[in-house]
Each structure stands twice: as structure tokens, then as C-alpha cells.
């Protein structure tokens, strides 16, 4: 019976054609050709709205509805060795060079204003962009933000850099988010702020933001894409190319989401059904490597080449079975007869002389060379093709100088004799094996029959016969793989036993003796001693190694890698036995094969790492792709759950609970839950407000009203309101002036809405 591979038998279904799959590039911060541009608009007292951000700063006129300039916040030394001049570059221009890139730093470390050299660098730039015409100082108000929280020696080191560095008029500062939910109209609400550094839970009331009330998270668009960065680190180890911060950034950007059931979700994300649409699939740039396309009748002489190439192997490869297995034969032939003389002598004192001389122990080492010689010569008939020998009809040889007296012959005939005598056992060896292929052949054709009339009598009996054997195999398989696993382990039991059996061994092979290499013999006997004895090797007495077929078995035990000859009887036999049962029993199915369970559809690891297409690892495409599946909602759920990411804290919506239902009054409460609003760059993962809102169902009583409000513009919100606060004459009271900072000191400051108090 003919096997079916598994793919030929699936492809007979119905399963559906994948057209190409859709593969997004990775994003990564563009050169830039031009350097920043300068704007207009200046005026004297004309305020300044700053977002000094830790990802990027927003500068521009409160008089215009955006920031004019918007880049990151960093900072870069830039040395031309050729002038000996040093330039500072800040922002987008650091993009002009790529050695200036590299050695980018931020004034931040994390959340906290580190670096107030790099700071002034960033605030000189800033100016300058938006064209501040004043002369030896900056004429004009400034609003800037600050992190909740923020150490006092912040705050005094900003106001000094304003006002002793700038010699600015007035300065204010306050909360990003709180200027974020002023543009947007909130009064009340519960103000869930998620940006580059930290999140923070901020509840507020007519207006005003109790601080005392609010916590932070210490996770934003950093952590997530580094964390993004790790994740993808140690699920394509061997990835050709290395990610950076700017295209880790960009995948969190373009591909996570917020799920709104993550359990749920994560359950079955890596099903195979509907993986396609739920994974994203992106590359990394690479160069292509073109092959040189040659045409079909290059190729077809490139085929024959190799045909006529495999051909002269094969005929090499059976020349040198055929010359080894004659050497073998001719051993055997004067082992055979070094036996008979050795039975002719009569006493065992001549015995063992004639053993030694001939290189061996004792009569047992001799019959084991016999023996293993047998083996070896059975094996390698089995191997080869015999049946052509059965159609072609061979021409018996004759040996006369068999039938002659030694004393009628001369030396030379003596030696001729010998030679005759052993190609006279090679050939009756050889007919022997024909006589035992056909007798073989006979009794497997007998072993089918009564195999068919079982099959007809009572098929029952046979599919459950067929099935314990098949599972038989099956769970030697799974116990021989498991194994192999173990013992790569060093610390396993099972690598400890074979360490075990391994110093045994050697214990016992120690001092052992061996052959000699060159045998005592004369002519074909030294000869073939010689190589007999390299075969057989250790011939201790005492050593009946072997003599039991389960000795092997510690070679099983000691080697890592499973015999292949083994390997593939067994799966030949799993192959036969599969298609006797697909072609008879009803129940067995192609799914039910074994190829089918290793089916890279059925594996998890491949639809986690490759998806739902085969990986050709020979593809420079495929090799340079990398699937993101679960990192897709792994990444954002950290906001919400912060042990994913190993971060001993309270997610958002254990921390907004906190707040609502321990710390406020019921009044308070009842006020603040009804609006919860979200501003910040990680809260525009798709979905964040539908998650946001399942969560506050579920820690709300029951029947509560509220509302999830997202920000108009997330990013540019806090800017916004900074610009809108300034030009409203409710501020104009809350800038502290330059002269009063001289006179109250760095710890006055002038309460607003905005500000901690």
C-alpha cells in the first residue's frame, strides 16, 4: 500500500487559498534635509506657552490656535574638527546628522528635570525658532508645565533659568492634564492622565485638582515601548536587524490597541481562525539579494549536470558496498576456516597458540568476530536491491581444483585451491540469502492473506488491533522525544543516569586489552585479522558485552541522538499502519495522523511566532518579518494591569477606585464620578475609552451615571489650554512677576487652578 503525504491528503479540501498577506514597514524617525524653520509673530508682553514635555516639547504664541513649533526633546554636541567649533543642536535638527543622532541625550530622567545645561540649550532653540526680537531678555509672560508632584528643587531651578537666564517679565506654571481638561470645559470630573513617563489619576472639583487625592502610575510611552522592544527581543532572538527606541515607539503607536476583555481575548488570540485579521505583520528594512536569473536552457543543462553528478555517486556508492561487502565475506570465509583448523588440533594448548598467533583471546572472541561478521553481511544484503538476481538467470560457477587431492597439486594450485575453495562459500552464502529472500517474500504474501481474511471475518477486532499497535508506537515516540529533552537538561534525572551509566563504562573499559592491529597470520588471514580486529575491538574474556541483544540498550541511554535507521523504520511502520486504518476504518480520520499532529497549523509556537502562513526560513523576506499578536494588547493592558510588566503598583482602575469610593466624600463623589476624562498620548490606543468605561461599570454602584470623555486633540490639549488660560483675564493675577520672585523667594508661588498648592 502506497503512503499519502499529509499535505497532498489536506489539500484535497477545502481549505482556502491565503491571498498575500498585508505587511507593514517599520516606521523610524526620518532624516531631516532642512533645518527647523523660523516663524513670526512676535510682540512684547505677548505670552509664551511652553509643554516642556519628556518626549517633546510645543512651543508657540498664546495668540495662534497651535504650537508653531513641535520636536523632540532632545539635545546633541555636534564637534567640526575642521573649524574646532562645537555646535549645540536641539529638536528636529538633530536629524541632520547622523553622528549628532547618536549622541542625543534628554534633560529628563524619567519624570524629573535632570540636566538644566541640556534644558537651557532647549529653551535657547525654542526662542530662537519663534523669533524673540527683544534684546538681552525675553519680554514676554511664560506659561509652562510641570509634573505632579514635582520637587521643590524643580521648581526653583526652572524660576531661576527664567528669570535670571531670560529675564523674563512673569512666569506660571501648572499641570499639563489640568490645562488639558480647562480646554475641553471641565469643571468636575476624574481627570486619567497617560503620557511619556508616568500616568496619573488626578479627581477634580469646581475646577481645581485635589492633589492630596491624586496617584501616579509609573508606566507611559517610554515603558511601553521598551517594554515592546524586550518582548519582540526575546521572541525573535536571531532577528537580523536590531530595533531602536524611535521604531519600538512606532509600533506601539501604529499597532497595539486596548482590549476590552484581555483574558478573554488572550484565550484565543492565537487561534488559528481569524489570527489573519488580528496580527500584524512587519518588516524591517533590508537589501535584497538578487539572484542571477538564468534562462531555462541553462537550467536544464544545470539538471542534467547534476543528474549525471548523482548518478556516477550512486554507482561509486554501490561499488564501494559491493567491495566492502566482498572484504567482509572473505573474513568470513577464514574466520570459518581458522574455526575448523582450530577444532583439528587436539589439544588445547595448540589451540590457543594458533588463537593468539592469529590475534585472538580465546575461542569466544572468535566466534564473536564470526558472528558479528554475519550480522554485518545480512545487513548488507537486506540492503541491497536483490530482486534483479531473481529475474536474470546466473550461470553456476565451476571449481575444479576442489575435487583434487593437496598431494596432487604444487604450491601454486595449493593457493588456487584455497581461493576457489572461498568464492565456492561466497557463492553458496549468496544463493543461501536468495533462497531466503524468496522464502521472505512468500511468507509475507501468506502474512496479507490471512491479514485480509481477519480484516473480512471481523473488522472490529482488526481496527482495534491495528489501533493498539499504532498507539504502541506513539507513545514510544512521545517517551523516546521526551527523553532526548530531558537528557539536554544537565540537571535532569535522566542526564544524571547517563552520566551514571557513562562512568561505568568507563570503569569497566578500563584496562581492557585490545587486538593487536596487524594479525599473526600469513597472507589473506593477516589481512583480513587486520581488519576484523579494528571491527570487533575489545576482546576481554570476561567481556560478554553483547552476547545479550538489551546490553545496546546503553547506547540508547548514552547517546543524544536517536538512532536514524531506527527512527525511520518506525516511521515507516506509524505510515502503514495509519493508511491501513484511513483506508478501512471509518472513524480515523486525516486529522487523527500524526503528520497532521505536527501540522504547523496545530502548533501554538508557530502561530505565535510565524502566524498563520508557512515561514520558508530560506525566504529573506520571512526572515526579516516579525508578527505581532499578542504584544498587540500585552503592550497597552500594562495601564491596567502593571504586574504584566513586573511593576509593583495598582493599575488604573484599581487606583481610580481608591479614589472615588475610600478617599472622597460622598458628595465629592458623586460629582467627580460622573465625568471621567482621558488626555495623554496613551490614551489613544483604539478601544481605551471602551475599556475605560467597562472597567468604572464594574467598580460603580450600580445604576451610577457617568460619562467617558476623550480629549479633543490628546496631544496638543495641554498646549491648548496653556494658550487659553494665559489670554483669559481670570490669569492675569496668577503670574508671579520677576520682582517678586526677587522679593518672596523661590518658595512663593502664586495659587491657580492649575498649580499644587
Known sequence: MTSTPYSQLRSRGDTPVLPPPLVYKIRDAQPTLEPEPVTHGWKAGLPIAIDLGSYQTRIGYTSSDLPSHIFPTLSSKLRDRKISKTYHLVGNDIYLDNAARQTARSPFDGNILANWDLVENILDYSFSKIDVQSIDRVDNPIVINEAVGSLFSQRKNLQELLYECYNVPSASVGIDSMFSFYKNGGRNGLVISSGHEASYVIPVYNGKGIFSKSKRI??????????????????????????????????????????????????????????????????????????????????????????ESGKRLQEQAAKMRSEKLAQKESELIYYKELKERVAELLTKRDQQHLLETEGFDDERALLRTINDLEKSIKRSRKDDDGDENESVEVEVPTFPLLDIDDSELDAEQIKAKRHQKLLKANWEARQRFNEEKKLEKLKKQEEERKEKEWREDNLSSWIEDKRGKLNNLLQKKRDRQKLKEELSNRKSLASQMRMKSIASLAAETKGSKRRRANGGGSGSGGSAGSSANGATGDVDPDDTFGADDGDWSIYRDIVNVIDSEAEEEERQEIEMLENSLLEFDPDFSIEDTLEAEMDWRKSTIHMFLRGPREFDPLSQAHSYRMHLNVERIRVPEVLFQPTIAGIDQAGITEVSRMILLERLNADTRSSISKKIFLTGGQTLFPQFDQRVRSEFTSILPTGAEFNVTRANDPLLDAWKGMAKWANAEESKDSFLTKSEWHEMGPDYIKEHQFTVQ
Not at 238 to 248: E, I, R, V, Y
Not at 266 to 284: M, Q, W
Open 218 to 307: 509609573d508606566w507611559g510611552g517610554h515603558q511601553s515601548s521598551q517594554f515592546m522592544m524586550d518582548l519582540l527581543g526575546m521572541k525573535y532572538p536571531t532577528f537580523p536587524s536590531k530595533l531602536n527606541q524611535a521604531q519600538s515607539t512606532f509600533l506601539v503607536q501604529d499597532h497595539c490597541y486596548m482590549s476590552t476583555d484581555y483574558k478573554e481575548e488572550l484565550n484565543h488570540f492565537l487561534d488559528f481562525d481569524g489570527l489573519e485579521t488580528r496580527e500584524r505583520v512587519v518588516e524591517a528594512p533590508y537589501t535584497e539579494v538578487v539572484a542571477n536569473q538564468k534562462s531555462e536552457e541553462e537550467l536544464a543543462k544545470i539538471a542534467e549536470r547534476r543528474k
